[in-house]
């Protein structure tokens, strides 16, 4: 005889196997804010370098680069791949739940030098002959990642990537397992200008 329905035995462990991969989901947003820059790199000419050089590069305006250079103001800071960086000793993680209420908090400096964060966690450096880079400081909020895992937040998942620029340290990235950031918002707080070491 055709058995048309399934059994009981078979109907109970159906329903026992769906139950078990009902996980609760833990649902977070890790930010990271402060102050930092977005900076901008350009190409020059010993001319051009030795000109920059009897300028006072911390005060002097974004017209007189430009002369020495040759372009328009706004190609000084508006570049195709500006490097956007938060600066370690001024800027902060902050992990929020659903309901915005706050679960972790550290500044940066200090998970880097208790070494919290991920062991594989990156460090890239950036050393150029004859560029000036436009370093605009901004602060505001830099990176954002939203997270739905199975696990709560831990501060040993998180990466955070270092970029040396000219021998200044930048986060430049932050990933949390899989699950990668988007950029926040920020505010420019003025720019300067600096030399290549060479």
Do not use: W
């Amino acid at each position: 005889m055709v058995e048309r329905y399934p059994s009981k035995e078979y109907m109970t462990g159906t329903i026992l196997v769906s139950r078990s991969k009902i996980k609760f989901m833990h649902k977070f947003t890790i930010i990271l804010q402060g102050r930092g820059s977005e900076i901008n790199q350009h190409r020059i000419n010993p001319q051009e370098r030795s000109k920059l050089e009897h300028l006072n590069l911390h005060e002097c305006i974004l017209e007189d680069v430009a002369d020495i250079l040759d372009v328009e103001t706004d190609q000084l800071i508006s570049g195709e791949s500006p490097i956007i960086g938060a600066i370690p000793e001024n800027s902060e993680i902050t992990v929020f739940d659903e309901q915005n209420g706050t679960i972790y908090k550290e500044e940066v400096q200090n998970i880097l030098f208790q070494e919290l964060n991920h062991p594989d966690s990156e460090m890239f450096e950036i050393y150029n002959h004859d560029t000036v880079y436009a370093e605009d400081h901004v602060k505001g909020q830099f990176f954002e990642i939203n997270v739905a895992d199975q696990e709560p937040f831990n501060i040993s998942n998180l990466k955070i990537n270092i970029t040396d620029i000219e021998g200044e340290d930048y986060v430049t990235s932050i990933q949390y397992k899989n699950f990668d950031f988007s950029f926040g918002d920020y505010r420019s707080k003025g720019v300067h200008f600096f030399l290549s070491n060479e």
